[in-house]
């Protein structure tokens, strides 16, 4: 008998989560991660997404043919109570330098010193790197440590704790306890569902153009995950979390 896997569930039922050592790994990220909320810090987490101009425009593209459209890039921060009073960032992908910069971290770290003291920046582990093995002609996953790093910024740990905060990382199979992605799950819906609202067309006897209030449409997008809303995705995560640290100890 055939079974169709929901694909909003790919990302929790992994192949490798049975895996000891990654179980080890997660244990010992949500016991660093309970400790220093229990000295004090405040859990903050960090992300990013990639929004194709595709999607912003509303254009019908073949799959193929979103490679070679612009890619943005936005990152923000976010805790229990919402997202923190930053100034998020957006980055066109081809400007992006080879080497990410630190300058954008070091702010935030700032900000988050002076805005809510001692914090545990929470960021997502990559998807580890897959080589081929030529004895069983099949892919496997390296299991090395990967560095600290969002695709449009570094995070530095040095950086991190020089302003006495700490940065953790969610292993990349459990990637579920970062509530990030219900943020940005719920941007990408509103860019969908409201494109039209903040797109000015223009039809001359030659030619026609369409300009599209780029900033406006995603700072609302943003605005649309509210406290509430952040409240009940940490809740969730939350829950995972206990779950976790009473089936793997």
Not at 13 to 29: A, E, G, V
Not at 83 to 101: E, G
Not at 241 to 249: H, I, M, R, V
Request: proline share 6%.
């Amino acid at each position: 008998m055939h079974r169709i896997v929901n694909p909003l569930l790919k990302h929790i039922i992994h192949r490798s989560y049975l895996d000891p050592t990654l179980k080890k790994q997660c244990l010992q990220y949500l016991k660093t991660l309970r400790t220093l909320q229990f000295n004090g810090y405040n859990t903050i987490f960090l992300g990013e997404t990639d929004i194709l101009e595709s999607l912003i425009t509303g254009e019908k593209v073949p799959q193929e043919g979103n490679l070679n459209w612009p890619i943005w890039t936005i990152v923000h921060a976010a805790g229990s109570q919402g997202w923190v009073p930053w100034k998020y960032r957006v980055f066109l992908r081809d400007d992006l330098p080879l080497n990410q910069q630190e300058d954008v971290f070091q702010e935030l770290c700032h900000f988050l010193s002076v805005t809510y003291g001692k914090c545990a920046i929470v960021v997502r582990e990559k998807r580890p790197p897959r080589v081929r093995n030529e004895e069983s002609s099949q892919e496997e996953e390296i299991s090395e440590p990967q560095p600290e790093y969002l695709s449009s910024i570094k995070c530095c740990l040095e950086i991190a704790k020089a302003t006495g905060h700490e940065l953790l990382s969610v292993p990349f199979p459990y990637n579920y306890l970062h509530p990030m992605d219900t943020a940005w799950s719920s941007l990408k819906w509103f860019v969908i569902s409201n494109r039209k609202d903040y797109s000015l067309k223009s039809i001359e006897r030659t030619y026609s153009y369409q300009c599209i209030l780029f900033s406006d449409l995603i700072g609302k997008g943003i605005e649309k995950m509210s406290p509430s809303k952040w409240k009940a995705a940490v809740s969730k995560v939350r829950r995972w979390e206990n779950y976790y640290l009473d089936k793997f100890s």
